[in-house]
């Protein structure tokens, strides 16, 4: 079943992929004067674009080199550059067959065609290397969202709790050394009672954050009561197991549908990605059964990565959800689809008594841009009002 599931994901993932790649080409191709040597050299320049992404990721999976991240990188900004070239294009072609019937473009587009076309791509082009040079900029450049959160239950002697929140950093490749040491500073800024990570604190192969020692940058993060995290699906995509037993060997421990009391104050439920059941066949356990003994006066924050099923968390009692995954669509205009899959898209909402926070995450994944998304790391003052 997993290997089916993995199979019909591959296939339709790499028809979209190379039927949009064919379309920007065959949409280029025809602005390019018939002159072999450019001609061939915008083949052989869509070639490597095309296939940069793949081949480094193929190549990740046994060395990494600097053929292997040379290659990612290139992959990854075309595949921004790809889809706001798409978008235009499509745009251009409605607005293309629109006329056909309406005749709203201007006569002398047409007095020059081959001129009009040039001067098109040249104007399109320039339009997608500004919007994936200004989304770069605001992917390495994270705000701070501050969250203030009433819970109506007594805690011992603890009033609050200091709770830093971050999801879906995708440590790897493009996400590493610097970008991770910049992160941990910012946490530990914070003064943080409890640091929770909500999935996808790896990119895909656990091999880059490996060979970078990623996990050594991890262990510099400073709280008083330590680093808590559960699986995302892109600890799935890399291996999960490798990824737990990594993260759990630098100072981040991994709930696994399971539950921690912290301090005899509260508790810290994680629960395992719902991709598990897709990825490795293995269905998660069902909340109730994770939170069948734990004592409901006390205070519960729970970890769940992808924000479905959000009335459960309402039913079990748990006082707190904090989510990522969805990047709040990560580029303009996937928010709208996000916001209509999920309940909760991005930010904060309460439903009864309980809190949700899904975060727009702090790194990214595929194109390193953010556009109308910013990277966030959220701050939450939780409030014992019991």
């Known amino acids: 079943m997993r290997i089916f599931y993995f199979l019909c994901f ?3 993932a790499m028809a979209i992929y190379g039927g949009v790649n ?4 065959i949409r280029g191709l025809q602005s390019i004067p018939d002159i072999s ?8 320049m869509m070639l490597v674009f095309t296939f940069s992404y793949i081949a480094g990721r193929v190549l990740e999976k046994f ?15 075309w595949l921004g550059m790809m889809f706001y070239l798409f978008l235009e294009l499509a745009i251009l072609d409605l607005l293309r067959f629109g006329n056909a019937y309406l005749q709203f473009f201007p006569e ?4 020059n065609y081959e001129k009009t076309k040039q001067v098109t791509a040249f104007f399109l082009i320039i339009i997608a290397i500004s919007i994936n040079i200004a989304g770069y900029i605001n992917s390495i450049n994270p705000v701070l969202t501050n969250l ?3 819970i109506e239950k007594k805690v011992n002697s603890l009033k609050s709790l200091n709770v830093v929140m971050v999801s879906d950093i995708h440590l790897g490749t493009i996400i590493s050394n610097s970008r991770l040491t910049r992160l941990v500073d910012s946490i530990n800024k914070l003064n943080p009672d409890i640091v929770l990570f909500a999935g996808d604190i790896v990119d895909e192969d656990i091999t880059p954050v490996i060979v970078n ?5 991890l262990k510099n993060i400073k709280s008083k009561y330590g680093t808590y995290a559960v699986t995302g699906n892109h600890e799935y995509i890399g291996g999960v197991d490798a990824a737990d037993k990594y993260l759990n060997e630098h100072n981040i ?10 301090d005899n104050s509260f508790y810290i439920v994680g629960r395992e990605d719902i991709s598990s059941k897709y990825m490795m066949n293995k269905e998660r356990k069902s909340l109730n059964k994770i939170m069948v003994d734990i004592e409901k006066s006390y205070p519960v924050i729970m970890l769940d990565h992808q924000p479905y099923e959000l009335s459960n968390a309402v039913k079990n009692g748990v006082d707190l959800q904090l989510s990522g995954h969805t990047h709040n669509g990560q580029i303009w205009p996937l928010n709208y689809i996000t916001d209509k899959i999920f309940e909760i898209g991005r930010g904060y909402k309460k439903i009864e008594n309980t809190h949700f926070y899904v975060s727009n995450g702090f790194g990214t994944w595929g194109p390193p841009i953010r556009v109308g998304s910013r990277p966030e790391i959220v701050s939450i003052n939780v409030v014992f009002n019991g």
Not at 37 to 44: A, E, K, L
Not at 63 to 77: F, K, T
Not at 108 to 111: E, G, Q
């Open 37 to 44: 040597i450019i001609r061939y050299s915008y083949i052989i």
């Open 253 to 262: 421990i991994v709930i696994r549908d399971s539950k921690v009391k912290i």
């Open 108 to 111: 002398k587009i047409n007095v």
């Open 10 to 12: 591959l296939i339709s």
């Open 148 to 150: 203030n959160i009433i």
């Open 213 to 217: 020692n990623l996990g050594d940058i």
């Open 63 to 77: 060395i990494i080199c600097s053929a292997s991240e040379v290659l990612i990188w290139i992959g990854s900004i």
């Open 22 to 25: 064919y379309y920007i080409f």
